[in-house]
Nanobody, 119 residues
Framework: QVQLEESGGGLVQAGGSLTLSCAAS????????MGWYRQAPGKQRDLVAA???????NYADSVNGRFTISRDTAKNTVYLQMNSLKPEDTAVYYC?????????????WGQGTQVTVSS
């Protein structure tokens, strides 16, 4: 089992910045991907950004150039620096951890943290 502890959500004005953190603990494996998804009311949960254990990153088009994902491997923690926030970034943000062992993939999710951007 892997536990994920998220922090950093809150209320911010448009144009402002927030940083989300997600610390993983438990049965961490060396090959993994950590990332952030978000879900606005009435919408599906979509990928925001992800980073692999090798350092490769992937971003949604809507956040590319505004958000930066990074990780501290020693602390098993992933960060999402969000700049130039827009009201449409308002959502619950969920941390995801995917562990790969051979052909087995295991997904874990955090509880979610609310990000609200006021106009």
């Amino acid at each position: 089992q892997v536990q994920l502890e998220e922090s950093g959500g809150g209320l911010v004005q448009a144009g402002g910045s927030l940083t989300l953190s997600c610390a993983a603990s438990g049965s961490i494996v060396s090959i993994n991907v950590m990332g952030w998804y978000r879900q606005a009311p009435g919408k599906q949960r979509d990928l925001v950004a992800a980073i692999g254990s090798g350092g490769g990153t992937n971003y949604a088009d809507s956040v590319n150039g505004r958000f930066t994902i990074s990780r501290d491997t020693a602390k098993n923690t992933v960060y999402l620096q969000m700049n130039s926030l827009k009201p449409e970034d308002t959502a619950v943000y969920y941390c995801q951890y995917i562990g790969y062992v051979g052909s087995t993939r295991r997904d874990y999710w955090g509880q979610g943290t609310q990000v609200t951007v006021s106009s």
